[in-house]
């Protein structure tokens, strides 16, 4: 669809210029047909916008807002200056389809980056359904806003479409994305479970997503010293203090927007009403949704920095059932630094965990014993697990545990995408993820999942 979009305006712009040259020599007449290239331009992104087959719209919008503004542009230009005589300049002609393919091509490169991806097919037996809100949390105060506003914390549900739940019908799942990640990252993960009888609720966690909405409906965007930081600590030579310190600020902001998210949940399941925290304009559809959430079953999952957050707030919390670490390094579990060493929390674990990683990072855990004269962190969390499992990744990147790599296969190369096969991948790893829930939370089934894949 992009590249016939991207072929049809080009070669739109191409007539303009041929047929200029050859018979709209005429300022007037070149100046009418220019606005009706534009008209017929504008039409044909609206209607590919408005096609019931064109997923993620927005791809187009930007296209579509520039095509809108030179429109007119065009149309006023035709009309106030119809009258003036003399013939186009050749030059000026090609000059302007040069710089109006350009313009295009720039318009359209959100199209090209990302694809035509609306999640894979699920295999339960109900269908998925989407609703969204918004947690304002009137005791924190956002740190990386300015004004002094209230921490929000946008919830997003995929649910199983039924008029006939009972009761705790189904349990919860809390997902939490990782470091300027967003909340659809983990997009088929939810649908599946949703399409087997879970209630999944995505955060975003403002500032440290890639971007989200507030409450007054603007645009927030990643924190540049949180990007700067990230990177940072990925970085050579970064001690075990700076790292401790940093990631001690990120998991206590992220803990606290998901305990936040949970509580109101629940009370709201208790009340069977949403009290004045939630901003939302589907309040009846959220209060049904909890409604048939079953909240004394409640799984946490989170990828990267999600994952760490997930495994941290499941030993503080006794609701908390079952953990999907989906390749985050426990950064929880690291309780200090002595002597530049790590301090790792020798408590055991408790609550069932799972833990995916990539197999590069599995075999790194000897060298980095011999380097630091102690395990991994994730190891030795593992290691101390009552019920613990590792499921190991062949060949995968850091960016095949989410969706990125078929919503944008450019971005997933640059952050961190392997010699896999990613539809194939997410089907085997939301399989595991599926398998893990029904044993741990729903007592169903027998987990025949294997160290690695």
Known sequence: MSMFVLIALVAAEVALVVMTCTKWEEKPE??????????????????IVLLPTTHMKWRFLIALVVLIVRFPIAGISWLIRRKKTGTRKKLWTVVNCVFSVILIAFTLIPSFVFSNYNGLPTTGQ??????????????????????????????????????????????????????????????????????????????????????????????VIVDTDF???????????????????????????????????????????????LDSYWKTNDAETIVKILAMTDTDKIG?????????????????????????????TM????????????????????IPVLEFMKEMDYNDREQYKKENGMPYVNEFVMAHAENGKTVVFQNAGHMDFTDLPLISPALANMLGHGNVDSEEFLTTMNQIILDWFDYTLKGEGTLDIQAKY
């Open 331 to 350: 950064l929880g579990e690291i309780v200090g630094v002595k002597n530049g060493k790590n301090i790792y929390n020798e408590e055991t674990y408790k």
């Open 300 to 328: 946490l999952m989170g990828h990267s920095l999600g994952g760490a957050s997930s495994v941290t707030l499941a030993r503080q919390r006794s609701d908390i059932d079952a953990v999907v670490d989906l390749d985050g």
């Open 30 to 47: 070149w100046r009418r047909n220019r606005a009706l290239v534009r008209l017929i331009e504008t039409a044909l992104v609206f209607c």
């Open 227 to 273: 990007i700067n930081d990230v990177m940072a600590v990925n970085e050579e030579g970064v001690s075990n203090e700076q790292i401790f310190t940093l990631s001690q600020d990120w998991l206590r902001l992220r803990i606290a927007d998901e305990n936040f998210a949970l509580d109101c949940m629940e009370r709201a399941k208790m009340r069977k009403s």
């Open 126 to 219: 109900y269908s998925v359904n989407e609703v969204s809100g918004i947690l304002v949390d009137s005791s924190r105060k956002d740190p990386f806003e300015s004004d002094d506003s209230d921490r929000e914390v946008p919830v997003h549900f995929y649910y199983p479409e039924t008029d006939n739940a009972d009761s705790n019908a189904f349990p919860l799942i809390l997902f939490s994305h990782g470091a300027f990640g967003y909340y659809q990252s983990n997009y088929s993960t939810y649908r599946e479970l949703a399409s087997h009888g879970y209630v999944v609720a995505a955060l975003d966690h403002p500032h440290h997503s890639f971007f989200t909405k507030n409450t007054n409906g603007k645009t």
